[in-house]
Nanobody, 127 residues
Framework: QLQLVESGGGLVQPGGSLRLSCAAS????????IGWFRQAPGKEREGVSC????????NYADSVKGRFTISRDNAKNTVYLQMNSLKPEDTAVYYC????????????????????WGQGTQVTVSS
């Protein structure tokens, strides 16, 4: 079974940056759509960004557009989420998730479509 491991979370001041990584073991991520989701205390899980299996198509939540960038390095079997200009409202546990492609060269931020999930990494934005 595909296993995903997130890393790169931590405590950062407002305006700072972090880069999250989502790595897989035992299976290649090449064939999977990868999504990043987050969940803050007392709130529902929300989609942040996703990238198609080819890497040519991406999607972002309005709240992170222009600040976050998703990318994938298939040679390293890893997907990244570069987060810049972080705000306190970005504080949450961030999860990566994988799904086999359902649409040609597209991805969507629908959590129920993703079959495999990592354990999450905490991101805290605070001064």
């Amino acid at each position: 079974q595909l296993q995903l491991v997130e890393s790169g979370g931590g405590l950062v001041q407002p305006g700072g940056s972090l880069r999250l990584s989502c790595a897989a073991s035992r299976f290649t991520l090449d064939y999977y759509v990868i999504g990043w989701f987050r969940q803050a205390p007392g709130k529902e899980r929300e989609g942040v960004s996703c990238i198609s299996s080819s890497g040519s198509s991406t999607n972002y939540a309005d709240s992170v557009k222009g600040r976050f960038t998703i990318s994938r390095d298939n040679a390293k079997n890893t997907v990244y989420l570069q987060m810049n200009s972080l705000k306190p409202e970005d504080t949450a546990v961030y999860y990566c998730a994988a799904d086999l492609p359902r649409r040609p060269n597209r991805c969507v931020l629908l959590a129920y479509e993703y079959d495999y999930w990592g354990q999450g990494t905490q991101v805290t934005v605070s001064s």
